[in-house]
């Protein structure tokens, strides 16, 4: 994977903490990991143009998880720098519906209404996934030596990335908002150990997760 890797560090709403989304750049143009909450276009926008991005040169948006703070600016990326979004399809009905619990465990009425309201992902940011990606999926033809990853538990369709250089872009399964560790937000605990189980047997080296700084493999391996 090409070196010059960019974090977009976008907020959240309510002043909920921050959310990372990865540029990097490809064979050709770039290709953008994640899109923030719709509640931070303007902060995306003015990130992406400060590093040289424009309508002709983000080729790609993988969404590593279907929840708003991931896929909140997906739609208008598409519409404005023809990107092609590319997710897994198990967390399709998410961004589909407007709905992060189509696939998880279901909370009590009232927070399940409430939440669109608090996140700014209403009908304008639904969208259908134009690329599925499975496990193994090879992203060479789209400039990075990379490969995808299905890493469930966050939610169902969750993935990560990882580069031949031992990069690993992880969605939610890891922060690092106070440590290094598993998400606290865990859908399916169980099978979170799974992924990360298998995660043990590969030439990881930088782990890059949606929320907190990046840190060494060696570093989780401690925490968890």
């Known amino acids: 994977m090409p070196s010059g890797i960019r974090i977009l560090s976008l907020p959240l709403p309510f002043r909920m903490g921050l959310v990372n989304c990865y540029l990097i750049p490809a064979a050709t143009g770039y290709v953008l990991i994640d899109t923030g909450s719709s509640t931070a276009r303007k902060e995306l926008l003015e990130q992406?143009?400060?590093?040289?991005?424009?309508?002709?040169?983000?080729?790609?948006?993988?969404?590593?998880?279907?929840?708003?703070?991931?896929?909140?600016?997906?739609?208008?990326?598409?519409?404005?720098?023809?990107?092609?979004?590319?997710?897994?399809?198990?967390?399709?009905?998410?961004?589909?519906?407007?709905?992060?619990?189509?696939?998880?465990?279901?909370?009590?009425?009232?927070?399940?209404?409430?939440?669109?309201?608090?996140?700014?992902?209403?009908?304008?940011?639904?969208?259908?996934?134009?690329?599925?990606?499975?496990?193994?999926?090879?992203?060479a033809p789209y400039g990075l030596d990379a490969?995808?990853?299905?890493?469930?538990?966050?939610?169902?369709?969750?993935?990560?990335?990882?580069?031949?250089?031992?990069e690993l872009f992880c969605g939610d399964l890891f922060e690092n908002v106070k440590e290094p560790g598993l998400n606290s937000i865990m859908d399916d605990p169980k099978t979170a150990a799974i992924s990360m189980a298998r995660l043990e047997k590969l030439n990881i080296r930088q782990v890059f997760p949606g929320h907190g700084q990046p840190f060494s493999w060696d570093s989780i391996k401690k925490n968890v």
């Open 48 to 139: 992406l143009h400060k590093n040289g991005c424009d309508k002709d040169n983000v080729n790609l948006v993988i969404l590593t998880h279907g929840d708003f703070d991931h896929t909140g600016n997906a739609t208008y990326l598409r519409s404005a720098f023809g990107s092609k979004l590319a997710m897994h399809q198990l967390d399709s009905g998410m961004v589909e519906r407007g709905d992060m619990f189509v696939n998880r465990k279901q909370p009590n009425f009232l927070i399940k209404s409430l939440i669109p309201f608090f996140t700014g992902f209403g009908k304008a940011e639904r969208f259908s996934p134009d690329i599925f990606l499975n496990d193994g999926f090879d992203l």
């Open 147 to 166: 490969r995808i990853l299905s890493l469930p538990g966050h939610s169902a369709g969750s993935i990560g990335i990882l580069s031949k250089e031992g």
